[in-house]
C-alpha cells in the first residue's frame, strides 16, 4: 500500500516516523510526504526520515499527482486545507479512505481510539478528534467504565497550552479564557465530545469551558463527573487502571510529566489519552472530581493509525500492540 502524508508540520512529522516504524506490520510499501515550505535553513529538517525510508515531494506542482498515487492519504495540514481539498479526494477512485485532523470539522466521521471503532470500520472519510477532546471523551468513558448512561452530568474546564513547542506565533502572556458557543455544552470540546459519541448512539451530558495559558506543554482538564448512582474510591481507581483510555500519576507538575516523554516516549511523546493524577481526587458519594493532565498529540496519532487500520480493514492486532508499545499504565 502507498501512502502520503500531506502537511510536514508538528503532527505530520511525528504521524511519518510511526508509519516508517511499524511501515510491515500496517502493509505500508510506501510513504510519501508533502512539504509547502522549503527554507534554506530548514532543508535539514526532515533528514532523518528521508534516511528511514520516507519519500518527499514538495506540496506545490505534486499534490495532485501524488494524491492521485496514494492508497490513503493523511491529511495532517491544518486551518481548513483538508476540508478545501475534501472535493478533490471525492473524485479519487483508488482513495481507501482519507483522515484528517482536529482543526479539519466536518470532513468526516469524527474518531477516537477505543470510543467509536465500529462506527469507522471501512469509513472513506474520518476526522481525528482534538488532543483535548481525546481528554475529555477519555475521561468519560474512563471514569464511567464505559457506561455513559451513568453520568449525570459532566462539567470540565480545559486548560490548553498556548502554543506547540516548536512555534512561538500564538504564544500568550497571561490567561486568555475562550468564548463558549453553546448554552448545554460551553466551548468547542463539550460540542466535539457529543458528536464524537452521537456517532455510537451515545450522550454524555458535558459542558466545558477553556482557558489558554503561557505554558507550551501539557493541557490540563479539571473535572468534575456526577454519576446517577453512588461510587468508592477502589471502584474509581479499579475503573482507571482496567481502562487504555486513562494512565496515572503521583505527579502534580506538568512538566516534570512532559519530561519523562521526552526521555521515554518514541520521538520524544506521550501516547495516553489522558493522564488522571490520581492520589489528588475528590470522591464524595456519586461524584469524582479532580485533575488530568493531556498530553497534547500523541493521544491524535494513535487515534489516526487505528483510523488507517479500521478505513483499509487492516490488522486490529496490530493496534493492540502500538498501544502496548507506546503507552504506559503510570507516569
Ligand atoms: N500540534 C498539536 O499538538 C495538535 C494536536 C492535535 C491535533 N492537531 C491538529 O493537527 C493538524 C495539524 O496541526 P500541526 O500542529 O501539525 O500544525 P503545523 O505544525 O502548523 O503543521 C501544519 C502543516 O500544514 C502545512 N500547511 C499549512 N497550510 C498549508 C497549505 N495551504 N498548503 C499546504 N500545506 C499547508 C504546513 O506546511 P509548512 O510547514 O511547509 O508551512 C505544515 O507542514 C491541525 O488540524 C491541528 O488542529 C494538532
Not at 510519501?32 to 526520515?49: D, F, I, Q
Not at 512555534?167 to 460540542?191: A, P, W
Request: proline share 3%; hydrophobic share 40%; glycine share 10%.
Amino acid at each position: 500500500m502507498r501512502v502520503l502524508v500531506t502537511g510536514l508540520g508538528n503532527i505530520g512529522t511525528t504521524l511519518s516516523s510511526l508509519l516508517l516504524y511499524y511501515r510491515e506490520q500496517l502493509g505500508i510499501d510506501e510513504i510519501v510526504a508533502l512539504k509547502r515550505t522549503n527554507t534554506g535553513w530548514g532543508a535539514s529538517n526532515h533528514t532523518p526520515l528521508i534516511d528511514r525510508g520516507l519519500i518527499l515531494f514538495p506540496y506545490a506542482g505534486e499534490f495532485e499527482a501524488q494524491a492521485r498515487r496514494a492508497d490513503y492519504v493523511f491529511e495532517t495540514t491544518a486551518n481548513g486545507v483538508g476540508m478545501r481539498m475534501r472535493p478533490f479526494y471525492a473524485n479519487l477512485d483508488n482513495l481507501r479512505g482519507v483522515s484528517a485532523q482536529g482543526s479539519e470539522t466536518g470532513f468526516g466521521l469524527p474518531f477516537m481510539s477505543g470510543i467509536n471503532d465500529s462506527a469507522v470500520l471501512g469509513e472513506r472519510y474520518v476526522q481525528v478528534v482534538s488532543c483535548n477532546t481525546h481528554g475529555a471523551a477519555a475521561l468519560l468513558h474512563g471514569l464511567s467504565g464505559g457506561d455513559l448512561s451513568s453520568i449525570n452530568h459532566a462539567d470540565m474546564v480545559v486548560v490548553r497550552r498556548s502554543e506547540d513547542l516548536g512555534q512561538h506565533q500564538r504564544l500568550v502572556s497571561g490567561n486568555v479564557v475562550s468564548r463558549h458557543v453553546d448554552l448545554s455544552s460551553g466551548t468547542h470540546h463539550g460540542v466535539d465530545v457529543k458528536r464524537l459519541l452521537a456517532t455510537i448512539g451515545a450522550e454524555a451530558p458535558i459542558i466545558t469551558s477553556d482557558i489558554t495559558t503561557p505554558s507550551q506543554l501539557l493541557h490540563s482538564i479539571r473535572f468534575m463527573i456526577e454519576f446517577n448512582c453512588p461510587l468508592t474510591e477502589d471502584v474509581v481507581h479499579k475503573r482507571i487502571s482496567e481502562t487504555n483510555l486513562l494512565a496515572s500519576t503521583h505527579k502534580f507538575d506538568s512538566n516534570v510529566i512532559f519530561e519523562q516523554g521526552r526521555r521515554y516516549g518514541h520521538a520524544g511523546r506521550i501516547y495516553s489519552p489522558a493522564i488522571v493524577v490520581s492520589n489528588n481526587m475528590l470522591i464524595d458519594e456519586n461524584t469524582v472530581r479532580g485533575w488530568a493532565f493531556v498530553p497534547q498529540e500523541g493521544n491524535t496519532l494513535l487515534s489516526t493509525i487505528h483510523a488507517f487500520i479500521l478505513q483499509t480493514r487492516g490488522d486490529e492486532a496490530v493496534m493492540k500492540t502500538i498501544v502496548s508499545d507506546l503507552t504506559r499504565t503510570m507516569w
